[in-house]
């Protein structure tokens, strides 16, 4: 289970058997995964389709067979591309959080390292460990099954370790400051979205210039301010499409956008359908 507070996520370990959450990702959810960081060492693997992954500003776009890892702190987030809408159930992709605790049992340096992807044979060693993780997930649980992926995490670790393990540079402090920045800021415009939220109100309540505030947002996120809100807005709303059977033009004002007509626009040009139709596909009770 997992809870946000503030934009650092905070995980609940619910079995406590397996040092791990995994989060399988439907090809029919097409979902941005916005801002946010925590402690556990996030790893996914792409089974099909497009993602890109912002880890630290830094952008690095996966297709199948990919894998990204996002580090302890480290902010990060995720855009994908149009998603499919055939109707079933597959699986895009999975995501493993590893629980800190554990990995410092098992690495006692790891507040000193941190692992990147450093050669396609390491990726394809990781991505294939990562899918005999899942394939474990889907069978029974019982406890062997329990003992095995509790095994197969293990391996993980041990492959991340061998291969990507690198040593932590100690970040400058103009550096530390824009991360810190950047991370009040993100956490404002999450807390803030169905406000109107403009820029130049942004960029002055953080004291920026208007100029610069739009070259440091664009550095540090790897996005535009106005692109950001824009897919945090359809994001929440497309929540409230499937999961309330609020009229879409409410749906709309409560989520930030100026208009239906903006609303509908913006999320045709995102999610590949309009709101409407998009509910109608996902939502069994549709309002009149």
Request: net charge neutral.
């Amino acid at each position: 289970m997992m809870i946000l507070k503030n934009k650092m996520e905070v995980i609940r370990w619910e079995n406590s058997k397996i040092p791990a959450v995994i989060l399988p990702h439907p090809r029919r959810a097409s979902q941005y995964i916005f801002s946010h960081w925590h402690r556990e060492l996030e790893i996914t693997c792409l089974f099909e389709g497009e993602v890109s992954f912002y880890n630290g500003g830094v952008c690095r776009t996966l297709k199948s067979g990919g894998v990204n890892i996002s580090n302890s702190g480290e902010m990060h987030y995720a855009v994908p591309g149009i998603a499919s809408y055939d109707d079933d159930n597959e699986i895009a992709g999975i995501t493993l959080l590893i629980d800190h605790s554990f990995l410092h049992g098992l690495m006692p340096d790891l507040d000193h390292i941190s692992f990147q992807i450093k050669s396609k044979k390491a990726e394809k060693e990781l991505a294939d460990q990562l899918q005999y993780i899942y394939a474990l997930h889907c069978k029974n649980q019982n406890p062997q099954t329990a003992i095995r992926i509790y095994a197969a995490v293990c391996e993980l670790a041990a492959l991340l370790y061998e291969n990507c393990r690198t040593e932590k540079s100690v970040l400058p402090v103009m550096e530390q400051r824009y991360r810190e920045r950047t991370e009040s800021l993100i956490s404002y415009i999450n807390d803030h979205y169905q406000e109107k939220l403009s820029q130049r109100e942004t960029a002055e309540k953080f004291h920026f210039s208007r100029e610069y505030f739009a070259r440091f947002f664009k550095k540090q996120t790897g996005m535009t301010y106005k692109k950001y809100i824009t897919l945090y807005r359809l994001e929440k709303a497309r929540e409230e499409l499937i999961h309330k059977n609020s009229k879409i033009s409410d749906i709309a004002l409560q989520n930030g956008f100026s208009s239906e007509t903006q609303f509908i626009s913006s999320f045709k040009n995102v999610f590949g359908l309009t709101p409407l139709k998009y509910r109608k596909l996902y939502c069994e009770d549709v309002p009149e």
